[in-house]
């Protein structure tokens, strides 16, 4: 079963707006971390949130991570063509389960 | 340092065969997770293998296996082959396995069982 699960499951934007994906997950967690995949291709890692976090920057990403809520979201500002791609959120099972699980994903398409 | 190698890369056989698929993590690392993706299940974790020892195991039946080599190579096998064991199968690297840590993904090995 998935412990997270991502909204919207396909999102379409001009390039050059923001796009936010969500992430909601079930069980209380150490970390989140976010990843991409380029079609058929293996997952990229982007970020890594810990629990005790509650935003974190990388270039033109942001994300954020409400444990109360149990939900991340992911924002990439500034769209390209080349941000194509499925993302997804990983968790943990929180302490002592260091097995990651990964969401549904989300496909995001830049329109150029 | 080169990336997480996965052989092959596209994989067909026919039902009631086995297949096994290989995994070269990058080097240093000590722990290869193997994933299963289907479009409708979405990445399914299998197991994850540290320093020769499964450390974690998927809800899979049982003809799904696999092991570590000393270099920390990794194989999965699949025996039986089922047409519903058409997938992706993605492994993944780290230092350690734990959460707290990124993964390496290799290009994954697409498995078509006719």
């Known amino acids: 079963s998935q412990q997270g699960e991502e909204d919207p499951q396909a999102l379409s934007i001009q390039e050059g707006e923001n796009a936010t994906m969500n992430c909601s997950y079930k069980t209380s967690i150490n970390n989140l971390q976010w990843y991409r995949q380029n079609s058929g291709r293996g997952l990229v890692h982007l970020i890594l949130?810990?629990?005790?976090?509650r935003e974190k920057h990388s270039g033109r990403l942001r994300v954020t991570l409400d444990t109360s809520k149990k939900s991340s979201s992911l924002l990439i500002t500034a769209s390209r063509a080349a941000d194509t791609a499925s993302y997804f959120c990983a968790t943990d099972a929180g302490f002592g389960n260091e097995k990651l699980t990964f969401g549904t994903g989300t496909r995001l398409t830049i329109i150029p | 340092k080169a990336g997480v190698t996965q052989t092959p890369r596209y994989l067909i056989k026919t039902r009631g065969q086995q297949v096994t698929l290989s995994c070269s993590p990058i080097?240093?690392?000590?722990?290869v997770s193997w994933y299963q993706q289907t479009p409708g299940q979405g990445l399914q974790f299998l197991f994850e293998y540290f320093s020769e020892t499964q450390r974690n195991k998927g809800n899979f039946p049982g003809r799904f296996s696999g092991r570590q080599f000393s270099n920390s190579r990794s194989e999965m096998n699949v025996s039986t082959l089922e047409l519903g064991d058409s997938a992706l199968y993605l492994c993944?690297?780290?230092?350690?396995?734990?959460?707290?840590?990124?993964?390496?993904f290799g290009s994954g090995t697409q498995l078509s069982v006719l």
């Open positions: 949130i810990r629990s005790n976090e």
């Open positions: 993944a690297s780290s230092l350690f396995g734990t959460a707290n840590e990124k993964l390496f």
């Open positions: 080097s240093g690392h000590r722990s």
